[in-house]
């Protein structure tokens, strides 16, 4: 996420990462699928794919993704979450930093898959979506992803009010050169239908 003051950092003051794993853990624990994002990924990559998890938070989806044998690296501004990725995998590269300044990080470009999983985009610091936009299509090969989830309504976010619509999001792809391929509802694939309170979106760099 931005450093420019977020919206995840106004909301947890940035030290959410031992109670955000907590909670992911109580929910496998009691039987609760945690590795949707990665399943849905991983079934449109080929093996092997190199994966920038934007806004990677504790880092779930991109040590799954590793264990399906990927290769992941996570970015993320929360310096709490990165702590608990680091502790649950020492060996990836989690990388801190602001996904609106990712090419400040040094990034070898040419990714096949960019996500931004966990309502990333609603949470960015007001004003900074745009750019963050541009940066994740920046690092992408020609033919490469973009994989978003967000909340579309209060139901679906942890705000009282949503942020960003589908409209301005695709707008946003659109100006970075990037190109809807499929929306659906879940993380699941469940068909998208307008108004629906959430959206995974997958947008794609073309080839020249």
């Known amino acids: 996420m931005s450093s420019r003051r977020d919206r995840w950092a106004q909301l947890t003051g940035g030290q959410a990462g031992e109670e955000y794993a ?23 990559l080929k093996p092997a794919a190199r994966i920038l998890d934007a806004g990677c938070g504790t880092g779930r989806i991109a040590i799954r993704l590793t264990e ?10 929360d310096a709490s979450m990165l702590a608990v990725a680091g502790r649950e995998a020492p060996t990836q590269e989690w990388l801190h930093g602001d996904l609106a300044h990712l090419d400040r990080l040094g990034l070898e470009p040419g990714f096949d898959l960019a996500l931004a999983a966990g309502n ?18 920046a690092v992408l090969r020609p033919g490469g992803l973009l994989i978003t989830g967000m909340g579309l309504d209060a139901e679906h ?12 999001f695709d707008h946003w792809c659109t100006q970075a050169g990037l190109t809807l391929r499929r929306r659906f509802a879940t993380w699941a694939g469940d068909p998208y239908c307008s108004g629906g309170g959430y959206a995974v979106s997958v947008h794609h760099l073309p080839t020249a």
Do not use: K, M, N, Y
């Not at 044998?69 to 996570?74: A, D, I, S």
């Not at 976010?157 to 301005?168: A, N």
């Open 22 to 44: 907590r909670r992911f853990a109580r929910l496998a624990e009691s039987g609760h699928d945690v590795h949707g994002e990665a399943a849905f990924c991983d079934a449109l």
């Open 68 to 77: 399906l044998g990927h290769c992941c690296t996570g970015v993320d501004v």
């Open 120 to 137: 990333v985009i609603p949470l960015l610091a007001p004003g900074t979506e745009a750019a963050v936009v541009r940066q994740l299509a």
């Open 157 to 168: 976010l942890p705000l009282p009010e949503p942020t960003v619509t589908l409209d301005e």
